[in-house]
């Protein structure tokens, strides 16, 4: 409570002087000549936006670092589709409609840049560690995306991806008979995040490092667990600086500034391990392999980026892809466990294509489009990000308000996800709703979109729909009755309590 007041009064003084985006008299592009005389200006839009400061004392006392989704939606029913607001030093105007998601994009410009996490880049900054391409921005963003697109997130790349993940995917299988067998009640009940998070580590350090960790092993080293562990807490301590300046909470000693160092230490320790290891390697290597050596080995014989530059990236595809990927799997046999008739609907899938692609995973992820409506279903109504952003690069107008270039707009994918307006039914699980192509306009925004979109979606992908394959192949998924689980916003949404499910092999022990 101390803290918070010393917080708030530093604010005051630091941050009454105003907006960031000074709103002259709207400039209305040529394009909408018809309408201009409707266009209603930016200090019109709805919204509490005038005193950050008050605004982020209420958003506290309604515990709004944990509630920030719900918050969202509940402002979208006070205000309608569009509204502007300032919370502490972070201010934005927010939309829903996925055609107004069109118009955002398409002002996106050619460098997009979405809302900086001043405590990321602080410390980089701090530390004296370079950006990757998740902090970049501008030319340098785009030289490195560019390249990084073609190794991360090209198509090209799934033939080289997949018997890695499919190796992880098969021993994840093996794991939990074990964990069944050892048992003696045919059937293992679990909170599986703990499982889940050495699954996505596993998976996406064998398509970085082109090697296994070992984390489907009984023993495993302890400081790979101390990077989930650090994960974990860099995405808690995160949000709380949303709101507040990481250099005021620095400045002041803050515990959530020095949790957050600590966390993002443990985070590049781990993956400078890593990449030491395959850096020698290759420098020991002599002669060419044939076999694809991993995502950074292919970027170190490339020679295109600098050493520093790939390091930066590949430490943030590392970090990115354990709760993100984790959570979502975690959500998705949530919802299968509540949805019996579908679970036996979506094997059955998988046992088609199974017998369609004799057993060529490649070909059998083509297979299987209720399993990837599955996936978009999971995003939708439980989404990594609560919202997707971009300062826009030119003026709009949106539900006829004008916003001047330069101001933060965001999509609330949260609220979009659930708003009967925009899907038919909101709240159910169907993943045969986006089985239809008509419907998916600006709809299925899970990986952001354009060119900033998420660089690990290739990544995650696969790595989800192998997991499906192999688990609704392997076994049942059930779930104790009744008991709702919520999101909680951490920097990502994740489920408000432990999911507990119960795993019973499909066929007699194997
Ligand atoms: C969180 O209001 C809510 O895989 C804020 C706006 C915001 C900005 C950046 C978003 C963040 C939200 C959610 C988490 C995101 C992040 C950008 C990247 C991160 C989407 C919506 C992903 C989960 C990345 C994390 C990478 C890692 C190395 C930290």
């Not at 390249?147 to 033939?159: A, C, R, T």
């Amino acid at each position: 409570m101390q803290l918070l007041s010393v917080i708030l009064c530093s604010l005051l003084f630091s941050f009454a002087s105003g907006m960031r985006c000074s709103s002259s008299m709207p400039v209305i592009r040529q394009a909408y000549p018809e309408s201009s005389c409707i266009v209603r200006p930016f200090n019109e839009i709805p919204g509490l936006w005038k005193n950050g400061v008050v605004n982020l004392y209420n958003f506290w006392k309604l515990d709004g670092f944990k509630n920030l989704h719900r918050i969202m939606l509940q402002n979208f029913n006070t205000y309608g589709p569009i509204y502007r607001e300032k919370i502490g030093y972070y201010e934005s105007v927010n939309i829903i409609k996925p055609e107004d998601a069109a118009i955002l994009f398409k002002a996106e410009g050619h460098y997009p840049k979405r809302l900086k996490v001043e405590a990321w880049t602080s410390y980089r900054d701090y530390r004296n560690r370079k950006y990757g391409v998740l902090l970049k921005n501008g030319e340098d963003w785009r030289s490195n995306r560019v390249i990084l697109n073609k190794e991360v997130i090209s198509l090209k790349m799934l033939e080289n991806f997949v018997p890695l993940l499919d190796e992880v995917g098969q021993d994840f299988v093996a794991r939990v008979h074990k964990k069944i067998h050892r048992s003696g009640q045919n059937k293992w009940t679990t909170d599986l995040s703990q499982e889940l998070f050495k699954y996505a580590l596993e998976s996406v350090s064998s398509v970085l490092y082109g090697e296994r960790l070992g984390l489907m092993l009984d023993y495993i080293d302890p400081e790979a667990q101390r990077f989930i562990d650090c994960i974990t807490l860099m995405f808690k301590t995160t949000s709380p600086m949303l709101y507040i300046p990481p250099a005021l909470l620095r400045n002041i000693g803050a515990k959530v500034w020095r949790d957050h160092v600590e966390a993002w230490d443990g985070i590049f320790n781990q993956a400078d391990r890593c990449i030491q290891n395959i850096y020698r390697q290759l420098r020991q290597e002599t002669g060419e392999s044939k076999e694809y050596p991993g995502v950074l080995a292919s970027l170190l014989l490339l020679d295109k980026l600098s050493i520093e530059d790939i390091k930066a990236s590949v430490t943030e595809l590392m970090a990115g892809g354990v709760d993100t990927t984790s959570i979502t799997l975690l959500w998705t046999l949530y919802e299968l466990a509540r949805h019996p008739n579908l679970q036996e609907e979506l094997r059955a899938e998988v046992a088609a294509a199974r017998a369609e692609s004799q057993g060529d995973m490649l070909d059998m992820l083509k297979r299987i489009p209720l399993v990837k409506g599955a996936l978009k279903e999971t995003l939708r109504l439980h989404p990594v990000a609560v919202s997707l952003q971009r300062y826009i690069a030119e003026d709009i107008i949106i539900q006829n308000y004008h916003i001047p270039a330069g101001t933060l707009v965001q999509l609330g994918l949260y609220a979009m996800g659930r708003d009967p307006k925009v899907f038919f039914r909101p709240e159910q699980y169907q993943p045969s709703r986006w089985l239809r192509t008509e419907t998916q306009y600006f709809k299925s925004l899970g990986f952001g979109f354009g060119p900033r979109q998420c660089l690990g979606r290739r990544i995650a992908e696969t790595e989800m729909q192998i997991f499906l394959i192999h688990m609704l192949e392997n076994f049942r998924i059930e779930k104790q009755r009744n008991v709702e689980v919520q999101s909680t916003f951490e920097l990502i949404l994740l489920p408000d309590k432990p999911i507990i499910l119960t795993l019973k092999p499909l066929h007699v022990s194997q």
